[in-house]
């Protein structure tokens, strides 16, 4: 009777009992394919002192830093990384899954979009599959491939987590975030989706978490790698309108902007965004994923709630630097308070909620002013424009007494100084 018990106890712990780990072969295959196409990067360089005490005790001082990167062109040797991947660099080495170390020289980078295209000659790596970031799913697997912590090629999996991130950025403010593990030296790899395309650049994390990992979206990297190799700016596209979001998600036009694309497609002031390209558009997230990535030339259709009326409106993106360059005329130095201004760009200004004013964009030593500051007022007068500016500063200084109101870091502030 006891031999039965033992039996069937035996019986019953083999049901419950765990399968023994598979792999994922699938996966493993995927990643002998890509492997070869990620690279190890190791940058360094020389950073000078910022003042007399820094060039007093030790003078310049040597810097390193890992990150990775992928091949985009076997042919010519090209790798994408991010920007802050490389800085200053001086010096760039590069290293192969199988441990071969090149040099690179940086063909182009740009801090804001915080891309690089680095250059190989003699590389003799196959390139990654560019995917499609838009169509890849909430829940759809996803794996990176990275040197975290310089242990070398390294894959972490797991799902995108959700779209349209923002981290805060001025500009190109559009994540993909992942579970996948991401760790500093994986900045700059590649994200993979399920067939091994890459859908996006990892790029950060939030360190309050684990497994919170932020992925530039691979539209970026295509949109931009030709314009850094040609060193021109990428900038984005603009689409010269300010909007606000009500209740609900729903986004109400509050501005539109003379000469910009909204003013030359008819958009106007109440208009309620429906829908970009045919797709529903609610809330910041919405808004964010469908002109996050995009740049000047581009096109936007933008479905609008008019009254009871719905109507469309075509949108050919334009840059606004150029077009706030074309308002704010050239930079005027005022010597008498050391500052080089120009007048605010009617965007800044209705940001502000003020009608006027000029932006200080340079100042020399001694200066009581910061760049980036906006005059609005000059001993009780109001500053209009440079010139207006220019005598109001004249008659400070023969007054001995300067009283200044600015706009500086988001809020207004006070300059007082006597003679």
């Known amino acids: 009777m006891r031999g039965k018990s033992l039996a069937l106890a035996a019986l019953l712990l083999a049901a419950v009992a765990p399968a023994p780990a598979q792999g994922d072969a699938g996966l493993a295959d995927l990643v002998e394919k890509v492997a070869p196409s990620v690279v190890n990067l190791h940058t360094s360089g020389v950073r000078q002192g910022r003042s007399y005490w820094d060039a007093f005790f030790g003078g310049p001082r040597r810097w390193e830093s890992l990150g990775s990167g992928f091949v985009v062109d076997a042919q010519r040797g090209l790798i994408v990384t991010n920007q802050h991947v490389i800085g200053s660099a001086s010096e760039i080495l590069v290293m192969d899954h199988e441990g071969r170390v090149f040099e690179a020289r940086a063909l182009g980078s740009d801090e804001g979009i915080d891309l690089a295209v680095l250059q190989v000659s003699d590389l ?3 390139a990654v599959t560019l995917g499609n970031s838009v169509s890849l799913r909430v829940g759809e697997d996803v794996f990176a491939v990275g040197n975290p912590y310089g242990h070398g090629h390294s894959v972490t999996r797991g799902i995108l987590s959700a779209r349209a991130r923002s981290l805060g950025r001025d500009e190109f403010d559009l994540f993909l975030q992942t579970d996948a593990a ?15 395309r890459v859908v996006g650049v990892n790029t950060a994390i939030d360190s309050r978490g ?25 900038v984005p596209g603009w689409p010269g309108l300010r909007l606000e979001e009500e209740r609900g998600g729903e986004l109400r036009v509050a501005a539109v902007y003379s000469g910009g694309p909204a003013s030359k497609s008819g958009v106007r002031i109440g208009d309620r965004v429906v829908s970009v390209d045919g797709r529903p558009c609610r809330g910041r997230a919405g808004w964010s994923e469908a002109f996050g990535g995009a740049f000047p030339g581009d096109r936007r259709e933008l ?68 760049p980036g500051d906006i005059v609005i007022e000059i001993n009780g007068k109001a500053i209009a424009a440079p010139a207006e500016l220019a005598l109001a500063a004249d008659a400070a200084i023969r007054q001995r007494w300067l009283s200044a109101i600015v706009h500086r870091d988001g809020s207004k502030a006070r300059i007082v100084q006597r003679w």
């Open 210 to 234: 684990e497994s919170i990992g932020f992925a530039m979206p691979v539209e970026l990297v295509r949109a931009a790698i030709e314009l850094l190799i040609r060193g021109e700016d990428v």
């Open 124 to 126: 003799g790596l196959p």
């Open 182 to 196: 991401i760790n500093p030296g994986s900045s700059g790899g590649p994200l993979f989706d399920a067939e091994g």
């Open 303 to 370: 479905g609008l709630a008019r009254g009871k009326a719905t109507v469309s409106a075509s949108l050919d993106l334009q840059s606004r630097e150029l077009w706030a360059k074309a308002r704010v005329g050239s930079p005027v130095d005022i010597e008498a308070l050391r500052v080089r201004v120009q007048v605010v760009a009617p965007d800044v200004a209705d940001g502000l909620l003020i009608d006027s004013g000029v932006e200080v964009v340079a100042v020399g030593r001694g200066s009581f002013f910061r």
